[in-house]
């Protein structure tokens, strides 16, 4: 290792260290075995990982917390932010009672998370394994989402069929323009309490889809201008209300559920009230490529996404798996 005297910042000499890194911490608190009977609550479980030590159980248990905490902090401006793909799943259920509860003022997401909601709405998809023979499927026309199976007439001609009646309704009331947000609560109105977008409706949550495009639902508003050159998809309109939003919120707070353009939006629009207050990140990639996605949350604290003072957590994890016991916890913390 090799360490190389830098020039000075403000009379402070700086070495850069090649090679690699040493961080020197101060020690912690003992490390706690675990220990669980047949009487140990679900939140106790949370409360012995949190004294365990490691790897990521320790960030789980600090989650836990920060939502708990940013959920009850009435000053807080609340995101959650997931990714389309876990609303194919029975994850869709738990996305949905969080935003039933009001746990978020909020969300962000992509266009699969309005797809999936339609179809699985109005049909069903089916299990079937990761290993399966995609030729096959494909002769049987039916996409493959991991190990779940998309119908393909449960999937591009039902949603065709719906988002082109929704769109025709709303124009004929003499509504010419929209922004993603409207989109999704003109969406919501015509499901019902098995949706997500329902209870957004229902309960003034705005979701906005930066990247509404890439998926069924932004092509069939494509196509529906295809037959109304006068309709138009107003994406400043999303920047307007998230705007208006952020420069008056006192504090904010983000639980994000997977990366990407949902996770990178709430991130990006909270630099403008110099960073989120509250922070929690389950992700299943990794940060040696760069990616945002694999990004811990502390790495947005350079750009001013994240302020430096931020309760914040990154758990590296598979959601579908995690995520229904985080929701059990927090109904009952919260609860208290």
């Not at 669980?36 to 409360?47: G, N, R, V, Y």
């Not at 962000?108 to 990761?130: M, N, P, Q, V, W």
Request: hydrophobic residues 40%; charged residues 20%.
């Amino acid at each position: 290792m090799q360490i190389k005297k830098s020039p000075s910042i403000k009379g402070r000499i700086l070495y850069s260290v090649q090679t690699y890194s040493i961080i020197m911490v101060n020690p912690g608190r003992p490390v706690k075995d675990i220990q669980i009977d047949s009487a140990t609550s679900l939140e106790k479980i949370f409360e012995e990982m949190s004294q365990s030590g490691g790897f990521e159980s320790v960030n789980l248990s600090s989650g836990l917390e920060i939502l708990t905490e940013m959920i009850s902090d009435k000053q807080c401006l609340r995101f959650v932010s997931f990714v389309g793909a876990v609303v194919s799943t029975g994850l869709r259920g738990i996305i949905k009672d969080m935003i039933k509860n009001k746990w978020f003022d909020v969300a962000i997401t992509t266009c699969g998370a309005l797809d999936h909601d339609i179809a699985r709405h109005f049909s069903h998809y089916k299990e079937g394994a990761f290993t399966m023979d995609d030729m096959e499927l494909a002769n049987q026309n039916i996409h493959r989402l991991g190990n779940v199976l998309v119908p393909m007439d449960s999937y591009g001609p039902l949603i065709e069929e719906k988002m082109q009646s929704f769109l025709e309704e709303e124009y004929q009331k003499g509504i010419k323009e929209m922004n993603t947000a409207e989109i999704c609560k003109m969406i919501g109105k015509h499901l019902g309490e098995d949706s997500f977008l329902y209870w957004a409706y229902k309960n003034d949550i705005d979701v906005v889809v930066p990247g509404i495009m890439d998926g069924a639902v932004g092509s069939q508003i494509w196509l529906f201008t295809q037959k109304h050159a006068d309709f138009k998809l107003n994406v400043i309109g999303d920047a307007n209300l998230l705007s208006g939003l952020i420069f008056k919120a006192e504090k904010s707070g983000a639980f994000m559920i997977g990366g990407g353009i949902s996770k990178h939006h709430t991130l990006w629009w909270n630099q403008y009230r110099e960073g989120l207050d509250y922070a929690f990140y389950i992700t299943t990639a990794q940060e040696f490529d760069g990616s945002l996605s694999g990004a811990l949350v502390r790495e947005a604290i350079s750009w001013g996404k994240v302020t430096q003072i931020a309760k914040q957590s990154t758990l590296h994890a598979e959601v579908t798996t995690i995520l229904p016991f985080i929701y059990a916890a927090l109904l009952s913390k919260l609860q208290k």
